[in-house]
């Protein structure tokens, strides 16, 4: 068996599933089938290993807001933040007597999705009601696909410990139990003052794929980063714009722990995750408030708990209806959905009224692993730079543009993107998209650093200058502050030498055979330049005049 | 005028004998002096009188729409009208007035059709008596006809005794009662157990049941969404073929209906029925059918054999599960479907406000009847999780075993079968309400449910007098999307029997009397 060293990459933002005080002992153990012992030495000398360790299984329900200009079953129009209630059709307010109407390019999408994710597609599937009363639910029930969906058994591999910890071995692969097409709800917005609620149904019955990943991750840093592929995987197909802010992906973990060898646990389900760094945190407190409820001889209750941001923690949501029993039924006004593929497309068919799997398959854009693999080929960059720039939203196009119009090397642009350009945008919290400074301006810099016009202290001024006045052209900037090289010998010479003149203590220093003096020497030179001449031309220059 | 066909009133429409207006006003006249049959629910006075000048001034230029227009028509109150209130006969949708029309009505209207009002029914078309909505129940304007009333006369029983006027059957009781009270020429009814078809019988119209995915639906407050069919409700089938001509084909709104070409249904006159194979359902001779019915169905058998058709015994051997499988899966579709009437955005809203479940709770109480909650309440009871492999999916089972019976019958040749449509004729309200609404519906369904399980299409055809003076109807079955060849068959079939018509001469002929008193109506008919 593989020896799965450590689930996750990055051990300090992982649980140490140990529950004794002081013995550091990270065990990450796989889920069934197989368990996996602790890794470290301390795991080893233990008497009856796997005892008394936790594993924790970790699944996701993943909601994806399709990509659609309009609903999953109506006309109506799908836009964010448009006015309450303004994006309204007969049938997403549940008139009596209106129908569903299966929308195209939502089916697209989800056969795209699904064959990007490894699932098989499946030629037939069926549409269910799921009942519950909830005011934003106009209808009193939800169309899915609980029987038969549209995509089963796929699976999305990731990769752990982007940056220095990257190695192959950390690529892990979660199984994708299936996908389904189905109908989100309105919003509530709970007036508890006025104890009322007022209801948007400009939501109600926007089509969404259910993605359901198995209890395959064993920590949040798993969970996260299989969920962040997974959204970088949708933006490429274009299938959903996945920006967890704005709700159009949500992601639901059912949490549980165990002891390896042992039956899983009762499991919770935690909600209300709505950024990849809360879904880490939250599934991480969840693993340890199980352990230690279960070490304090308590239980685990089979219930939907809430990531609290604030505390920090998850709570129970105390369903006061306890288990719902949601009734399911077949959709009696949507027959079967059938997916053609090139053998099976009827001759006569109206191109209209069919969709064919092999004709979405043949135009499926390049998938992220694909990107980063032809990144590392095409610029030679490291796989770790290349997983960097797609994790970034917009860095790849800002990287590609600044390759397009430069000349330097690929690996000094990365180094500028990933080091400078990045760190610059970190320390002040702003996306790619935000920054003052253009990927043109960045090109040329490089290009004027490559060329030697400027010194690399220079650049780096010269970017400092770039990121505070917009607007301006590197050339402008130098020009301005004067921070070209001297690429006249002559000029130089003549600095060199009134430096010399002036310190004539040094240069009999030097003489005397303290070549450190030297050093100074350029530095003083260096000064006198404004930092524009290279300290090796100096430095020849120097110890030319000085013997 | 009155009481022509679509064919002759449109002809007359055309030729001026007559005009959208006259007709338009006669109408409402009538439906004014004939309000004790509570027929409709609403009349659509004004907007009926606005699309008759409308109608008026196309036919003044010679551009009428179709063969409807100007034809006053009226629709059951299940179906969405815009701008028209639509109730369902229930009081969760009292007032509610939908923003659209459902394509059947749309179709109608564009067709340049006069839309009287929206006729009465069982709450949400849950019944078979036509008794059961919050509007009272509906008489059947057979009761007043001369033809009953002399019988009665004969047998002694004093003919102005209010209180045995007859039920219409339903659900589309009202519909059946304007079209047979000549307050319209026509009526589109809806059909999940027999709701149309078994109202045709017991007050002597021609009720279709189209094929299931020939109309659409769009619009039609659901009970079964995979059983209802829209229903048309006319005097004679040629006027039935008319309608479903205009009503049928696909519907982008309505993903079930057919997208394969349909019609044209116009009806060949059939001379020769030696190549027909009619079938007779033997399951169909239940105890408790009535031995008169059993007789004329035994006549109807033997017209068809004396003109040279092959009449052959049949089994439909699943027959007798239909009811129970009914029960179960209307149930469901019943609980889910009604899951929207929640007092939030249309319809009733109670006044409880101390949380949103007890506004639900109290709202659903206060707008459902007892038959309707009673059927969620089943509903949802086959639908929990433990119960749903026991109930739902079983009786899902024996419909596929239904419908299959009805495959097999097809296949081995038979073109269209013959059976009663109802169990008797039409029985006092007095004597139907003796039973509840279930017993009924199991009992009155019995003959015209299992072709909503299986799709197909049905017609009733009015046969003859009952020794009551009452009609009595025999039911066509046709293979699915046969519904021109069924309607042929009936058009040969309704041409043998020469049903009478109903014989209203004080309705009729008083006609012009009665719309200058008010208060006339069932006094002066009784007289």
């Known amino acids: 068996m593989a020896a799965p060293i450590l689930r996750c990459a990055r051990p300090g933002r992982c649980w140490s599933l140990d529950y004794r005080p002081r013995r550091s002992r990270a065990l990450f153990a796989e889920p069934v089938p197989g368990r996996v012992r602790g890794q470290s030495s301390a795991a080893a000398q233990e008497p009856r290993p796997g005892a008394h360790e936790w594993a924790a299984v970790v699944g996701l329900e993943i909601h994806a807001q399709i990509s659609s200009n309009s609903k999953l079953f109506s006309g109506s129009q799908v836009t964010f933040l448009a006015p309450p209630n303004s994006l309204v059709s007969f049938f997403d307010a549940s008139l009596p007597g209106t129908l569903p109407v299966l929308n195209r ?34 209808a009193g029930y939800q169309i899915t696909q609980q029987r038969l969906p549209i995509a089963v058994n796929g699976s999305l591999t990731y990769s752990l410990g982007v940056g220095a910890q990257w190695s192959p071995s950390a690529t892990k692969t979660v199984r994708i139990k299936q996908i389904q097409l189905e109908q989100d709800s309105g919003k509530s917005l709970h007036d508890d003052t006025r104890s009322q609620t007022l209801i948007d149904l400009n939501r109600a019955g926007v089509g969404l794929m259910e993605v359901v990943m198995e209890p395959d991750m064993s920590c949040g840093n798993e969970a996260a980063t299989a969920v962040r592929e997974l959204q970088l995987i949708l933006r490429a197909l274009g299938t ?76 129970s949501m105390r369903d006061k209806e306890g288990k719902q029993d949601y009734r399911f039924m077949p959709e009696p006004n949507l027959p079967p959905l059938i997916l053609y593929d090139a053998e099976s497309l009827p001759v006569a068919a109206d191109p209209q009224q069919v969709v064919n799997i092999d004709w979405i398959r043949e135009r499926l854009p390049e998938l992220p692993s694909v990107t980063r693999g032809r990144l590392v080929e095409q610029y030679g960059i490291l796989p770790e730079h290349s997983f960097v720039l797609l994790n970034e939203d917009g860095l790849l196009e800002f990287f590609q543009t600044v390759m397009k119009e430069t000349r330097a090397e690929p690996k000094k642009v990365i180094g500028w993107i990933l080091t400078i350009f990045l760190g610059y945008l970190k320390q002040r919290n702003l996306a790619v998209s935000e920054s003052p400074l253009s990927p043109s301006s960045l090109a040329e810099l490089l290009n004027l650093l490559d060329s030697k016009v400027i010194s690399l202290p220079a650049a780096k001024q010269v970017f400092e200058e770039l990121w505070q006045n917009q607007g301006k052209t590197p050339g402008q900037i130098i020009r301005e502050k004067k921070l070209e090289l001297l690429q006249n010998q002559e000029e130089l010479e003549e600095i060199c030498q009134a430096v010399l003149a002036k310190h004539p203590q040094q240069v009999m220093a030097v003489k005397n055979g303290n070549q450190k003096v030297v050093n100074k020497l350029i530095g003083i030179v260096r000064r006198a330049t404004g930092g524009r001449a290279d300290p090796g031309r100096i430095k020849q220059i120097l110890e030319k005049q000085l013997q | 005028m009155l009481g022509l066909s679509l064919r002759e009133v449109s002809a007359a429409l055309k030729q001026g004998q007559v005009s959208p207006m006259e007709l338009c006003q006669k109408c409402l006249s009538l439906i004014k002096e004939t309000k004790f049959l509570n027929a409709y629910i609403t009349v659509a006075e004004e907007k009926a009188l606005k699309q008759a000048e409308e109608s008026e001034k196309r036919y003044e230029k010679g551009q009428a729409l179709g063969v409807l227009d100007g034809i006053p028509v009226a629709v059951k109150d299940n179906f969405s009208t815009a701008g028209i209130e639509t109730t369902c006969a229930s009081s969760m ?15 109608l209207l564009d067709q340049g059709a006069v839309l009287l009002g929206k006729t009465n029914l069982d709450e949400f078309a ?44 339903g659900s589309s009781g009202g519909s059946a009662a304007a079209v047979s009270a000549f307050t319209c020429f026509a009526a589109l009814g809806s059909d999940t157990g027999g709701s149309t078809r078994n109202p045709a019988a017991l007050c002597g119209l021609v009720g279709l049941k189209p094929t299931y995915g020939l109309v659409s639906r769009y619009g039609l407050i659901p009970l079964v969404n995979s059983m209802d069919v829209p229903g048309i409700l006319t005097r004679c089938v040629d006027d039935a073929a008319i309608v479903l001509g205009v009503l049928a084909g696909h519907d982008p709104k309505d993903s079930t209906t057919t997208q394969d070409p349909v019609g044209p249904f116009i009806l060949p006159i059939l001379r020769d029925v030696s190549k ?3 079938g007779i359902p033997k399951e169909y001779n239940v105890p408790e059918l009535s031995s008169e019915m059993q007789a004329f169905w035994s006549k109807a058998a033997d017209l068809f054999a004396s003109k040279g058709a092959k009449v052959v015994e049949v089994s439909l051997p699943h027959t007798s599960y239909s009811i129970v499988c009914y029960h179960v899966l209307c149930t469901a579709e019943v609980a889910s479907n009604m899951a929207r009437f929640d007092g939030l955005e249309y319809g009733h809203r109670c006044n409880v406000n101390v949380s949103t479940e007890a506004m639900y709770a109290a709202t659903r109480r206060e707008g459902f009847n007892d038959v309707v909650r009673g059927r969620i309440l089943s509903g949802n009871f086959f639908l929990l999780r433990e119960n749903y492999d026991d109930y739902f999916v079983k009786a899902q089972k024996v419909r596929r075993l239904i419908a299959n019976d009805f495959v097999k019958v097809f296949n081995s040749g038979v073109d269209v079968l013959l059976t009663p449509t109802t169990l008797s004729d039409a029985v006092p309200y007095l004597e139907f309400i003796k039973e509840d609404n279930r017993t009924r519906s199991a009992q009155d369904d019995i003959f015209t449910q299992s072709v909503n399980m299986a799709g197909l299409p049905a017609v009733n055809v009015p046969m003859a007098l009952s020794s009551q003076g009452l009609p009595v109807g025999l039911q066509l079955i046709g293979r699915a999307f046969s519904d021109q060849q069924l309607l042929t068959v009936a058009k040969w079939f309704e041409e043998q029997v020469q049903f009478p018509v109903i014989q209203l001469q004080e309705l009729v002929d008083n006609c012009p009397t009665f719309s200058q008193h008010e208060k006339l109506g069932l006094v002066s008919l009784k007289r």
């Not at chain 1, 697209?108 to 639910?137: I, P, Q, W």
């Not at chain 1, 165990?258 to 991480?284: C, M, Q, W, Y």
């Open chain 2, 276 to 278: 027909l194979c009619i």
């Open chain 1, 105 to 138: 390019r939502c089916v697209e999408a989800a056969v795209m999705t699904g064959l990007a994710l490894n699932c098989t597609v499946n030629k037939k599937s069926l549409f269910d009601r799921k009942h519950y009363f909830y005011a934003d639910l106009p």
């Open chain 1, 240 to 315: 959903s714009q996945a920006n967890m802010a704005e709700g159009q992906l949500r992601v639901d973990a059912n949490v549980s722990v165990h002891h390896p060898g042992e039956p899983l646990g009762v499991r919770t389900e935690v909600k209300n995750l709505n950024s990849i760094r809360f879904l880490a945190k939250a599934i991480d407190y969840e693993i340890q408030r199980q352990i230690e409820e279960l070490q304090n001889g308590g239980k685990i209750l089979n219930e939907t708990r809430a990531f609290d941001e604030k505390l920090g923690c998850t709570v």
């Open chain 2, 93 to 107: 949708l009292k007032g509610y007035i939908p923003p659209y029309n459902a394509t059947v009505v749309q179709k």
């Open chain 2, 126 to 169: 849950m019944g078979s008596g036509s008794t059961d909505g919050i509007f009272g129940p509906v008489r059947n304007p057979w009761s007043y006809s001369k033809q009953y009333r002399e019988k009665r006369k004969q047998s002694h029983h004093r003919a102005d005794e209010d209180s045995n006027w007859l039920i219409t059957g």
